[in-house]
């Protein structure tokens, strides 16, 4: 059974005042809300709804690493690599770092991703003695099962988080209550 843990106050009051309920439940606002949460494979659950009926966000983040095949004949044949971002070391900067040694990975940073898709996708390169060659792709995706369109409480929000992290063997679900409505 997945943990449940408060999303940070900070990172939550930071995000709201962004957005200022307005548009909160968009896709660019949860695109926003990936870049505060510190897991790379978890679900969120976010209701709101001070004296009107609540509704909630409910989203599965899934950040990760797929390295591409080094030809086109080997990516017809072979599954892409996945692996998670925080278990490899990786340089990150705008710029190739000076100086790399063989096999080094950087994340290519301050690119702006194109927000027509609902992930963000950042190029990483790696060093094969002479060059840096494209070696992957970072991918930071939100699969949204609740946009806040219709009422929903925080309870009925957290049961669906719960059978969606059972299936999916996600070890944590964040959480934020802000709703009243039927509290008073």
Same mark, same amino acid.
């Given at each position: 059974?997945?943990?449940?843990?408060?999303?940070?106050?900070?990172? $939550? =009051?930071?995000?709201?005042?962004?957005?200022?309920?307005?548009? +909160?439940?968009?896709?660019?606002?949860?695109?926003?809300? +990936?870049?505060?949460?510190?897991?790379?494979?978890?679900?969120?659950?976010? !209701?709101?709804? $001070?004296?009107?009926?609540?509704?909630?966000? $409910?989203?599965?983040?899934?950040?990760?690493?797929?390295?591409?095949?080094? &030809?086109?004949?080997?990516?017809?044949?072979?599954?892409? *690599?996945?692996?998670?971002?925080? *278990?490899?070391?990786?340089?990150?900067? @705008?710029? @190739?770092?000076?100086? @790399? !040694?063989?096999?080094?990975?950087?994340?290519?940073?301050?690119?702006?991703?194109?927000?027509?898709?609902?992930? $963000? !996708?950042?190029?990483?390169?790696?060093?094969?003695?002479?060059?840096?060659?494209?070696?992957?792709?970072?991918?930071?995706?939100?699969?949204?099962?609740? =946009?806040?369109?219709?009422?929903?409480?925080?309870?009925?929000?957290?049961?669906?988080?719960?059978?969606?992290?059972?299936?999916?063997?996600? =070890?944590?679900?964040?959480?934020?209550?802000?709703? &009243?409505?039927?509290?008073?």
């Amino acid at each position: 059974m997945a943990k449940e843990k408060s999303l940070d106050l900070a990172a $939550v =009051q930071t995000w709201l005042a962004a957005w200022k309920e307005k548009d +909160l439940y968009s896709d660019a606002a949860v695109r926003d809300l +990936l870049s505060l949460i510190p897991d790379n494979y978890c679900m969120v659950v976010i !209701t709101c709804g $001070v004296g009107c009926p609540p509704r909630s966000l $409910v989203f599965r983040r899934w950040r990760r690493v797929l390295v591409l095949p080094p &030809t086109p004949t080997i990516k017809a044949r072979a599954q892409p *690599q996945i692996f998670d971002p925080d *278990q490899v070391t990786m340089f990150h900067s @705008p710029t @190739p770092p000076m100086a @790399p !040694t063989t096999g080094q990975l950087w994340l290519k940073e301050g690119v702006t991703p194109k927000w027509s898709v609902p992930w $963000v !996708t950042q190029k990483i390169f790696r060093w094969d003695g002479t060059q840096w060659l494209l070696h992957g792709q970072l991918r930071d995706e939100a699969s949204i099962t609740r =946009q806040g369109k219709q009422e929903c409480s925080f309870a009925e929000a957290l049961a669906g988080a719960r059978q969606t992290a059972r299936g999916n063997r996600i =070890q944590t679900i964040y959480t934020f209550d802000d709703s &009243t409505w039927g509290n008073a």
